[in-house]
């Protein structure tokens, strides 16, 4: 039998033997990731949305807010993720969503779709808030796709999505891709 929770409106599947397997290959819990940011660089970009899923046992949790950035969001950033300088004018700062962030996390097990790009950006805003780096093993589902996956166009996260036949709508916002 399925295990089904709503999200926001984004349905979330997974069957009996998908838990089963993620409890097998992470017993102590897996934490899938993933970011929006104002650009490609940590060093001067921001994050402006955090989304997660936590899976410990039958256990389906989720973190997900919008960021309001230092700076404005530029054209090209919203031309790929839809989110504007004023849907994050009334959201938290990163200095109050990040420690709620990794408490959530606590050192379960990472996944995340290019997650030397996500960390990358954790890790650079803990650094920039005095932030004690947390000990967690990261995996990257780009990098296990260019290992396993044959046959997809590439590696995109929209290609696996397509190559596997799952949904995938709102790309580019962080709880959508989070669950693809």
Request: glycine share 4%; proline share 5%; hydrophobic share 40%.
């Amino acid at each position: 039998m399925p295990s089904i929770s709503q999200l926001k409106g984004i349905l979330i599947n997974f069957t009996q033997s998908e838990i089963k397997n993620i409890n097998k290959y992470f017993p102590e819990g897996l934490i899938a990731l993933d970011l929006e940011t104002s650009g490609l660089s940590p060093l001067v970009d921001e994050i402006i949305e955090i989304a997660a899923i936590k899976v410990i046992g039958n256990k389906i949790e989720t973190f997900e807010t919008l960021v309001k950035p230092k700076n404005p969001i530029p054209e090209f950033t919203t031309k790929i993720h839809g989110i504007t300088d004023e849907m994050v004018k009334d959201s938290p700062s990163i200095e109050e969503v990040l420690p709620k962030f990794l408490e959530f996390c606590g050192t379960h097990t990472l996944v995340a779709h290019n997650a030397k790009f996500d960390i990358g950006f954790i890790v650079f805003a803990m650094h920039q808030l005095k932030m004690e780096l947390h000990k967690a093993k990261v995996y990257c589902s780009c990098k296990l796709s260019r290992k396993y996956v044959k046959g997809s166009e590439n590696h995109k996260l929209s290609s696996l999505c397509k190559h596997f036949d799952i949904p995938l709508e709102n790309h580019h916002r962080a709880l959508d891709d989070t669950v693809a």
